[in-house]
């Protein structure tokens, strides 16, 4: 139960409607799996040991570069060439003492066996890659668990979120992109990206994780596409495909 300092903590928090006492024990209890720690996994990660989500798993095998530091503001200039999801773990910490915080140095979608460790006792994965096959690695492995994920795509003045539940009844991430081929794709080493445009995703991603572990309904299957040039978002439904296998 929470005791006064937490109350106090998460006061404001508490206060809203749709979270109230119920809803933020349900936070502290959930545990969140972030696979990613550069832009958008570091933001999340931020928002949500903020929130006082109980248990953080972070996935991610690289290092800080100084080129990261305009858009991945949980990090300092003193954690260049420091693991990013240590480094992550460091800074989580330091904000909320009073969560779980885990790094893992590696790569999701690697290692079937060690995927499943992670997903284990999981309530909601984050998708905070940024390429093709890590998303369909995700989407494989909690389709198999039964586990909700989110998943979020952020380059140039763009950016892209979508939530899918653990049954998939609104189809999955293979019916939306079916080609795991990301040699097409745009990235932001190539492409570029604007810092505050990741922290829209970003802030987006965390809100429905918010929502969903307080117990509020989401949107599943519905991709919400951002245009930050004209401040415009378009809403796609996504529907199974008769053709997918995965369906």
Not at 47 to 73: I, P, Y
Not at 105 to 113: A, C, I, S
Not at 188 to 194: A, K
Request: proline share 3%; aromatic share 6%; with cysteine.
């Amino acid at each position: 139960m929470l005791d006064d300092k937490l109350l106090e903590r998460y006061s404001r928090q508490i206060l809203l409607p749709e979270i109230d006492l119920v809803g933020q024990e349900k936070i502290r209890q959930a545990s969140v799996l972030i696979v990613g720690c550069g832009g958008l996994g570091s933001m999340v990660a931020l928002f949500l040991a903020g929130a006082g989500v109980g248990k953080l798993t972070l996935v991610d095998a690289d290092s800080v570069e100084v080129s990261n530091l305009h858009r991945q503001l949980a990090f300092r200039e003193s954690d260049v060439a420091k693991p990013k999801a240590q480094a992550l773990k460091d800074q989580l910490l330091a904000l909320n003492s009073e969560i779980t915080v885990t790094a893992f140095l590696g790569r999701f979608g690697v290692d079937p066996e060690s995927d499943t460790g992670l997903l284990g006792d999981a309530d909601m994965v984050i998708d905070a890659t940024d390429n093709l096959s890590s998303r369909h690695a995700i989407e494989r492995s909690t389709r198999i668990m039964g586990k909700p994920w989110i998943m979020g795509a952020a380059t140039r003045l763009h950016g892209q979120v979508a939530a899918f539940s653990q049954s998939r009844a609104e189809g999955c991430y293979q019916c939306m992109t079916p080609s795991e081929d990301n040699s097409h794709g745009f990235d932001c080493r190539n492409e570029g990206i604007l810092g505050p445009v990741v922290g829209v995703i970003a802030a987006w991603q965390a809100q429905d994780a918010l929502l969903f572990l307080s117990g509020q309904n989401l949107e599943w299957g519905v991709l919400r596409i951002y245009d930050a040039t004209q401040q415009r978002i378009d809403r796609l439904v996504v529907t199974p495909r008769a053709e997918c296998h995965a369906s």
